[in-house]
C-alpha cells in the first residue's frame, strides 16, 4: 500500500493556534486531545474529552462534553528565559501529524531573546490499542553553551468548558514520588475520572505539589552543551461515563506503571501496529495528479478513526468529534446520513453499534414523542448520552435588547426521525443483516414510521406535514417539505416491508398503506425543479453572490434577519440536491440536473455539510467538472486557508462527505437491489482504489480510466454501468463493454 500521507503545519502563527489543535488532534474514539503546544499561548485551547462523559453545569445551561484536565501544559525555562514562540526567533520550524502512525511531531531551533540556541523536538500519541494510554517525549539540546533546563508539569484541573467547570476533585496523590494521580468527579454523580500521569527527566531533581487544582511536578537539570536533556511524560486517563469501577484509583495507577516500564518508543510501535488494521481495512489510495486529493482522503480517514466510539455503544459520534467544544459535543443527523455509510460499506460491525446507540435512547425519544403529542419515536434533535432534547432552547443574545432568540430545531426538524429509519434501511441492504432487522432495526424502523402516521394534517383528501424545517434550516417552519414528505414515505414504506409483523400495531398496517397513498408530495414543475417546499417558489430571488464568496459564515444574517432570510429564496444548503443523494431512483436525471441548476444561485453553502453531497448528486449526472470542484471545495472546509474555520473542532460529518463524495460520487457505487458501479474519474485521477464489504463478501476495487479491477471473497454478481457481471476471485472489465 503506498505510505499514508502527512499533514504539516506550515509556520507557527498566533492566529491558526486553534485551527491546527483541531485538525492535527489525537483521538482513537475513546479520547481526543486537542493539538495544542506544551507551553502557553492565551489564543490556544486547550482540550481533552472523553467519548459519551457529559455534564450539566447549571440550570440555564445544556449538557455538555467535558473538557478534562489538562496534561499536555508544560511550562519550560531555559537558563531563566520562558520558553515560547511569541519571542526570541525561530530559527527552523516543522511540526507534522503522521497520519499512518497517529504521532504528532514538532522540531525546532529557538534562539532566545539572550542569543541562546535550544533544538526542541516533541512527539507525542494517543494510544490506538490502549485507549486510557497518552505519551509525550520532549528533546532539549542547548546549542552554544551547558544549559540550565527548569519543567514544570503534571495535571491541571483548572481546565472548564469555556469558564464552565463540571469536576470535583476527589483525591490527589503521589505514588513513589514520581506517580501523580488526580482522581475527579462528575459533579452531582458517582462517575469519576482517574487521570495519573509519570514525567521522568533524565538526571533531574524533582518536587511535587498541589496547589489550586493543579498537582504539579518540578524538576530542574543540568544539561552540557550538545547534549540532550530527553522527558518522557505517560499519562493514564481513565472514565466510564455509566458506572466508575470501584478500584479505578488502584487499577489506572497499575496500568500507568505497566505503560511508563514499557517506555514510550515501545508503547508507540504497539500502537502503530493497531492503527496499521485501520488502514488495512478502510485506506483509499490514489494515484493522481495532486497528492491534495490523497491528504485530504487520509485526513478524513485518520478523523474518522479518531472520532468513533468503537468501544461504547451507548456514545456516538458528537458534530465535532473528539476535537473540541463545538455543539458541546452533540450528536446530530451528521451521523446517520455522513459517517454512517463509511462505516456501513467497510466495517459493518461498527455501523451496527451506531444504530444501536440510537436503539439505547429509544425511550428518550418515544417520550419526546409523547409529550408533543404524536405517536412512536420523536429523536431529540441534538443528542447525548441519554437520548432526551439537548438541543439548547435559545442560541445567541442580543446584546442591545436582552432578547435571546430561539433554536426551532428540536421544535420542528424532524427529519432526523426518518433520517435514523434511513441509515437502518441503508445497513441492511447493504449488509444482508437480517438479525438486526428482526430486533433493533426493526424497532427502530417501527416506532419512527409510527411518529410519521401521527404526524400529518389532513387537507383535501391528502395528507400534508405541515410546520417543518428542512435541512436547510434558512427556510423555517413550512408546509410539505419535498425532503421531509419523501424521506417520511420512505421510512413508512420500509416499515411495512421490512419490519417484523409482530411489532405491528393492530391499525398500523391499514394506516401505513393510507399514509402512502395520500401524501402529498411535491411534484417537478414543468422545467423539471422539485420546489423545496410549498411557499419556496413564491419567494422572491436575491442575489447571493457576496455571500456565497464566504460559505460557512453564514454573514447574511449580518445584513437581514433570520425571519427576513425565511421570506426569500435563500438557501443554507439545498433540500431537494440531499434528497437526490438519498433517494437516488426518486427522479430522473434531466430532473436532478435541473434541480441542481436551478438552486444552485439560490444556495450559499453555509452548512458544511452542503458542498459534497452537491458534488455527489453532479457526478451522478455526469457533470464532471462540477463534481470535481465541489469535492475540492468540501475538502477545504477543514483543510482550506480560512484561520478560524475548525477553532471550535472538527465538521466531523465533512470527514465522511470526503469519502462518500469519492466512493459514491467518483467510483459510482450504489446499492438498491444489487450493488453497481457507475465510475467516472475525474481528470487527472489514473487510479482509484479501496475495499469495500458488500452483504459479507469482502471486495477490493481498482478503477482506472478504462478498466475495473476487482477481487471478491465470495462469488458475487453485481452491476457494472448497464450490465450485470459474476464474479469469482478475481476479475478485469472494460467499461466500455458495459456501456
Ligand atoms: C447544520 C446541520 C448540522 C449541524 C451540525 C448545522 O449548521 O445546518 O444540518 O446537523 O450544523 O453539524
Redesign the pocket.
Known amino acids: 500500500m503506498k505510505p499514508t500521507t502527512t499533514l504539516n503545519e506550515p509556520s507557527f502563527n498566533p492566529q491558526t493556534l486553534d485551527k491546527y489543535a483541531t485538525l492535527m488532534a489525537l483521538g482513537n474514539g475513546y479520547l481526543g486531545i486537542r493539538a495544542t503546544h506544551e507551553e502557553s499561548y492565551s489564543l490556544q485551547t486547550r482540550g481533552m474529552y472523553l467519548a459519551g462523559l457529559y455534564h450539566r453545569a447549571g440550570k440555564r445551561d445544556v449538557t455538555e462534553l467535558i473538557n478534562l484536565p489538562d496534561v499536555v501544559g508544560m511550562h519550560i525555562e531555559l537558563d531563566g528565559v520562558i520558553f515560547t514562540l511569541l519571542s526570541g526567533d525561530m530559527m527552523t520550524w516543522r511540526r507534522e501529524l503522521a497520519f499512518s502512525s497517529g504521532e504528532v511531531v514538532r522540531d525546532v531551533v529557538w534562539r532566545a531573546p539572550n542569543g541562546r540556541r535550544y533544538h526542541i523536538e516533541s512527539r507525542r500519541f494517543l494510544s490506538a490499542a490502549q485507549k486510557p494510554l497518552f505519551a509525550m517525549r520532549l528533546a532539549i539540546t542547548p546549542l552554544d553553551y551547558d544549559a540550565h533546563i527548569s519543567l514544570s508539569t503534571g495535571i491541571d484541573a483548572t481546565q472548564t468548558n469555556s469558564g464552565r467547570q463540571h469536576l470535583d476533585e476527589v483525591s490527589l496523590r503521589v505514588y513513589d514520588e514520581r506517580f501523580l494521580q488526580g482522581v475527579y468527579g462528575v459533579q452531582e454523580s458517582d462517575v469519576k475520572v482517574a487521570i495519573g500521569c509519570h514525567c521522568a527527566l533524565t538526571n533531574a531533581v524533582h518536587r511535587v505539589r498541589a496547589v489550586n487544582r493543579k498537582l504539579v511536578q518540578h524538576a530542574v537539570s543540568q544539561v552540557a552543551l550538545g547534549e540532550t536533556l530527553i522527558v518522557e511524560k505517560i499519562c493514564w486517563i481513565e472514565g466510564h461515563p455509566d458506572e466508575t469501577p470501584a478500584n479505578i484509583e488502584q487499577t489506572s495507577l497499575h496500568a500507568l506503571k505497566a505503560a511508563v516500564a514499557a517506555g514510550y518508543d515501545a508503547l508507540l510501535a504497539v500502537s502503530c501496529k493497531a492503527l496499521a488494521q485501520w488502514w488495512a481495512q478502510c485506506r483509499v489510495t490514489l494515484d493522481c495528479d495532486d497528492i491534495q486529493d490523497q491528504r485530504a482522503l487520509d485526513f478524513a480517514l485518520y478523523h474518522l478513526h479518531a472520532m468513533t466510539p468503537f468501544h461504547d455503544e451507548r456514545a456516538s459520534i458528537a ?1 465535532k468529534g473528539l476535537t473540541g467544544e463545538g ?1 458541546k459535543g452533540h450528536i ?3 451521523t446517520e446520513i455522513f459517517l454512517l455509510p463509511f462505516y456501513v460499506y467497510t466495517q459493518p460491525e461498527v455501523a451496527r453499534r451506531l444504530l444501536r446507540y440510537r436503539w439505547h435512547t429509544l425511550p428518550g425519544a418515544l417520550e419526546k414523542a409523547r409529550r408533543c403529542g404524536y405517536e412512536g419515536a420523536l429523536f431529540p434533535w441534538e443528542s447525548a448520552r441519554t437520548g432526551e432534547e439537548e438541543t439548547p432552547e435559545f442560541a445567541a443574545i442580543n446584546i442591545r435588547t436582552g432578547e435571546r432568540q430561539r433554536v426551532a430545531s428540536a421544535l420542528a426538524e424532524h427529519h432526523l426521525v426518518a433520517d435514523i429509519a434511513w441509515a437502518v434501511l441503508r445497513y441492511v441492504h447493504i449488509t444482508a443483516d437480517d438479525a438486526f432487522l428482526q430486533g433493533e432495526g426493526g424497532e427502530l424502523l417501527y416506532q419512527t414510521a409510527c411518529f410519521w402516521l401521527s404526524r400529518t394534517t389532513e387537507v383535501d383528501d391528502h395528507l400534508d406535514i405541515h410546520d417543518v424545517i428542512g ?1 436547510d ?1 434558512y427556510t423555517e417552519h413550512v408546509n410539505n417539505n419535498a425532503f421531509t414528505n419523501y424521506m417520511a414515505l420512505y421510512n413508512v414504506a420500509g416499515a411495512l416491508k421490512y419490519c417484523p409483523r409482530s411489532l405491528f400495531s393492530a391499525d398500523f398496517t391499514a394506516r401505513a398503506a393510507r399514509f402512502i397513498a395520500r401524501l402529498r408530495l411535491p411534484e417537478p414543475d414543468p422545467n423539471g425543479v422539485l420546489p423545496q417546499d410549498d411557499s419556496f417558489f413564491s419567494k422572491p430571488f436575491i442575489d447571493l453572490r457576496r455571500y456565497q464568496a464566504e460559505p460557512g459564515k453564514q454573514t447574511i444574517l449580518l445584513d437581514y434577519s433570520r425571519a427576513e432570510v425565511n421570506e426569500m429564496q435563500v438557501l ?2 439545498a433540500d431537494a440536491v440531499m434528497l437526490f443523494y438519498l433517494q437516488p431512483w426518486l427522479f430522473s436525471e434531466a430532473v436532478q440536473e435541473s434541480s441542481l441548476k436551478w438552486y444552485l444561485p439560490r444556495t450559499i453553502h453555509d ?3 452542503s458542498k459534497t453531497v452537491h458534488g455527489i448528486v453532479a457526478a451522478r449526472c455526469n457533470l464532471a467538472d462540477m463534481a470535481y470542484r465541489f469535492w475540492r471545495e468540501g475538502c477545504q472546509i477543514d483543510l482550506g486557508d480560512d484561520p478560524h474555520s475548525s477553532d471550535e473542532g472538527l ?1 466531523a ?1 465533512a470527514t465522511g462527505a470526503i469519502w462518500l463524495g469519492v466512493i459514491e460520487g467518483f467510483a459510482g457505487i450504489s446499492v438498491t437491489d444489487e450493488l453497481c458501479i457507475a465510475p467516472r474519474l475525474p481528470e487527472g485521477w489514473r487510479t482509484l482504489r479501496f475495499p469495500l464489504c458488500y452483504k459479507g463478501i469482502r471486495l477490493t476495487i481498482a478503477l482506472t480510466r478504462t478498466h475495473l479491477e476487482m477481487t471478491a471473497s465470495a462469488p458475487l454478481t453485481f452491476r457494472l454501468f448497464d450490465k450485470a457481471v459474476s464474479l469469482t476471485g478475481q476479475g478485469r472489465f472494460a467499461y466500455q463493454d458495459f456501456i
Open positions: 458534530a455543539y446530530f443527523w451528521d435541512p434550516e443554507k444548503q452548512s458544511s455539510l465538521h460529518a
